[in-house]
């Protein structure tokens, strides 16, 4: 199967390829259950159905995700999304509610919102925070999580309706680079400055709050000392959880044709430092919670009675239980 950007940007070239039997765009990712259970019973590449929308099987009804946006105005160096997607759009906050309404009605406990730019959703003069107030007041979704923000997307206006429980206590800040010369390469709209304002705004309104991240490393010209100063900024951030990825270039993008591009070994060594750095993070962050009572979600049994599940701050818990708990919110005692 293919999925994602170069999916959509692709769709024929990826269809010829042996071994593909399903090429889904990233704008078709709600459908991709039913797509894979399709294809599963076909051999040539299959599309969904415009507009029409297949409900999940039951034992997989605990966390869904309701785009709210797409596209992008503001093109990063490195990022093909605005070729892809093309200018941002947003969708009618009557359409989104009732979409939240309907996963809630089929069961779903926590909904998340997505899109490529959620902080700048944007919709007949609703901006994200009149949707959020109206997906709370509109619907009764227990749990209700953000995908991505931006640190100037952030302000106390925003952070005041997390005073709803129901907000999950996480924000998505992507970093990127912890080096402002490489933030500015990539043409990333905020420095490391920027950066540490809002997380200090974020953790001064909301208890509890995991700041989960993206990092590239080995962006093109990205020197020892930059990449040094990068790892020393995400360890003063304390992320919950730093997703890593090695620079690939995207074509078409204006960093595939930047000089001093990193050696694939390089590459390597750096993505395995800030793997590490991330993973003493995480372990550091899921500590602090150790013995106290969180409300976790469960979503799926692992093994013969092991269950795992989340909470709203996004620490993976895992328990041992003859009992269903899939889709149960529940006050869990953490180790
Ligand atoms: S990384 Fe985000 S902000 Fe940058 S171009 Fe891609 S979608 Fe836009």
């Given at each position: 199967?293919?999925?994602?950007c ?20 990233s704008n078709?990712n ?35 995700f309701v785009k709210v946006q797409d596209g992008c105005d503001t093109p990063c160096s490195y990022c093909i999304v605005p070729l892809v997607r093309g200018r941002e759009t947003s969708l009618?906050a009557?359409?989104i ?15 998340v919102l997505t899109g490529t730019k959620i902080g700048t959703y944007h919709n007949?003069?609703i901006d994200l925070k009149g949707l959020l ?12 999580r953000l995908s991505s923000l931006q640190p100037h997307e952030i302000s106390?206006?925003l ?12 924000f998505h800040l992507s970093l990127q ?9 990539m043409r990333r709209r905020y420095?490391?400055?920027e950066y540490?304002?809002a ?13 989960t991240t993206d ?121």
């Amino acid at each position: 199967m293919a999925t994602g950007c170069y999916a959509r940007r692709a769709r024929q070239e990826l269809t010829r390829i042996d071994g593909v039997n399903l090429v889904a765009g990233s704008n078709e990712n709600k459908h991709l259950l039913r797509l894979i259970s399709d294809a599963s019973h076909q051999e040539r590449p299959v599309a969904p159905d415009k507009g029409t929308r297949t409900p999940s099987p039951p034992a997989f009804r605990t966390r869904t995700f309701v785009k709210v946006q797409d596209g992008c105005d503001t093109p990063c160096s490195y990022c093909i999304v605005p070729l892809v997607r093309g200018r941002e759009t947003s969708l009618p906050a009557s359409e989104i509610i009732a979409e939240v309404g309907n996963r809630v009605a089929e069961g779903y406990q926590e909904v998340v919102l997505t899109g490529t730019k959620i902080g700048t959703y944007h919709n007949n003069g609703i901006d994200l925070k009149g949707l959020l107030e109206r997906i709370l007041a509109e619907t009764s979704v227990p749990r209700l999580r953000l995908s991505s923000l931006q640190p100037h997307e952030i302000s106390p206006d925003l952070l005041s309706l997390w005073a709803d429980d129901r907000l999950c206590p996480h924000f998505h800040l992507s970093l990127q680079s912890g080096s402002d010369p490489i933030l500015a390469r990539m043409r990333r709209r905020y420095d490391t400055t920027e950066y540490e304002q809002a997380v200090s705004l974020i953790r001064g309104s909301v208890p509890d709050v995991a700041i989960t991240t993206d990092i590239i490393v080995g962006f093109p010209g990205e020197t020892d000392e930059e990449f040094e100063e990068s790892c020393r900024f995400c360890q003063r951030m304390e992320f919950a959880r730093i997703h890593v990825f090695p620079f690939s270039a995207r074509s078409c993008t204006e960093a595939a044709q930047m000089p001093d591009q990193i050696d694939s070994r390089t590459k390597k060594i750096r993505t395995d430092t800030m793997l590490a750095l991330a993973e003493e993070s995480a372990r550091n962050f899921r500590q602090r919670f150790s013995g106290k009572t969180m409300t976790v979600l469960w979503e799926q049994r692992t093994g013969d009675y092991i269950w795992s599940g989340v909470t709203g701050n996004y620490i993976r818990v895992f328990t041992e239980s003859k009992e269903d708990l899939n889709n149960q919110l529940m006050p869990v005692k953490l180790a």
